[in-house]
């Protein structure tokens, strides 16, 4: 379809100079873009015209993610790895976040400004043409050309703001956006993406939730459903799921043969590698990244993701503490699903106001109050031993954090217990299910020896 204002074109010269002035900035809008789209779509040839500078600049922003997803630098992008390709997908959804929210902020401005705007133009339309009347009374003609002007600047205006998009409340936006945004993000949180097409089928497809024309479709997907009493779903808007990637714990790992050679992909144990002490296969479906995460939460130095005998008794140590506030839990050294899902949630022992020294005491003790309580219990034991001819006995501070004084109360009371033929653990400044147990027992132990 050919823009109509070209047949104007030829008769241009006829007209008065204001005239052709305003038909020329109007022909400005017909592009031979638009006539091309119209007739041929987007195409029936594979390569696009664009294809080199398109190419060199996602090969500059999948490297952009790689180096903010944490890897060294330069990032050298793997062929396939599922962990590496996983964790580009997640920053990339996290870049996409930002300058949603922008576009999101931006959109909510322009509509807000609309208002004012066309109040502006109304002002000034009247006071210009106010004047130009004191001025010159007579000047009937130019006072009709400038209300028309006025008047068709409020209708661009009005013309402009009139699709879906600029009419429908910010909220609703933002809420169609954020949820779509959010159940995209759940769909795929047990996925792992491991090469480069299907890490940019991903975020092509999370991109698609804050595009203008997947906004309308939804808010009129939403609305016609909601009219006819019918549920959204996956089969009825306009946002799927993302059919990429394959489930975590599924997920084939393989070799990158040499060039030439013909790609072999094996199917192997859920992305382990050797030597993980990942045991179980809830264990085996998190993210890179998410066990030192959880290491930090047991009060347990990050392995490189290594799960060893630390980490196995942190775990335990952890069960022990929950079980002791209250918390039903199991007493494995391993972690299921939901376990995992806590211990991502809670915070780390590194420079903890509460001193916290291993997972016991992170669990067991979770505020200042709690850890009072302990030092209370900590100094009646001493006390009684100092009292039935214990030497050197310390003094406990209750100040609500294992500090040095609590530090070394605790280790005095370990070696006086065992020395009291009391069966204990020596030589450790840390609390523990074992010494809190036998605290009570302090206070039966009959005289000195």
Avoid at 162 to 177: I, P
Avoid at 205 to 210: A, D, F, I, L, Q
């Amino acid at each position: 379809m050919m823009c109509a204002l070209n047949v104007l074109a030829a008769h241009l010269g006829k007209w008065p100079a204001w005239l052709v002035l305003f038909a020329t900035l109007l022909l400005q809008g017909c592009q031979a873009s638009d006539v091309l789209y119209v007739k041929n779509g987007p195409g029936t040839e594979l390569p696009a015209a664009d294809m080199v500078q398109t190419g060199s600049a996602q090969n500059r922003y999948f490297n952009y993610l790689c180096e903010q997803s944490g890897f060294a630098t330069p990032c050298r992008l793997p062929v396939y790895d599922p962990g590496t390709w996983t964790l580009i997908v997640h920053q990339g959804m996290n870049d996409i976040d930002r300058r949603c929210d922008s576009y999101l902020q931006w959109l909510d401005d322009k509509k807000r400004s609309r208002g004012p705007l066309l109040a502006q133009i109304n002002d000034t339309s009247v006071a210009t043409t106010t004047i130009m009347a004191a001025v010159n009374p007579s000047s009937t003609l130019p006072l009709q050309i400038v209300a028309q002007a006025f008047n068709l600047l409020s209708r661009t205006i009005d013309n402009y703001h009139s699709r879906l998009l600029y009419e429908v409340e910010s909220s609703t936006v933002n809420s169609v956006v954020i949820r779509a945004r959010y159940d995209f993000r759940r769909a795929v949180e047990q996925k792992a993406f491991s090469n480069r097409p299907d890490a940019e089928y991903a975020l092509r497809e999370y991109m698609r939730r804050c595009l203008p024309y997947a906004i309308e479709t939804q808010i009129n997907d939403l609305s016609t459903l909601g009219s006819r009493g019918i549920m959204p779903s996956d089969m009825n808007t306009i946002f799927q799921p993302p059919v990429s990637g394959a489930i975590i714990g599924q997920a084939l790992v393989g070799s990158v043969p040499r060039e030439g050679a013909k790609a072999v992909v094996t199917p192997t144990e859920p992305i382990e590698k050797k030597g993980t002490g990942l045991l179980t296969p809830d264990e085996r479906a998190m993210l890179p990244g998410q066990p030192a995460a959880i290491q930090r939460a047991l009060c347990v130095s990050p392995d490189n993701g290594v799960f060893g005998p630390v980490t196995r008794d942190a775990i335990l140590q952890a069960k022990q503490g929950l079980r002791h506030v209250g918390t039903q839990t199991d007493s494995k050294n391993t972690l299921n699903t939901s376990q995992i899902d806590f211990f991502l949630k809670q915070s780390s022992c590194v420079n903890h106001e509460r001193g916290y020294g291993n997972a016991f005491e992170k669990y067991a003790y979770p505020t200042k109050d709690d850890v009072q309580r302990f030092q209370g219990l900590l100094k009646a034991c001493i006390t009684y031993l100092g009292s039935i001819g214990a030497a050197n006995a310390p003094a406990v501070p209750e100040t609500g954090s294992f500090d040095a004084g609590t530090r070394s109360a605790i280790r005095w009371t370990r070696q006086e217990l065992s020395t009291r033929k009391v069966p204990i653990a020596q030589g450790s400044s840390l609390a523990s299910e074992e010494l809190l147990l036998k605290l009570p027992v302090c206070l039966e132990i009959q005289g000195a020896n």
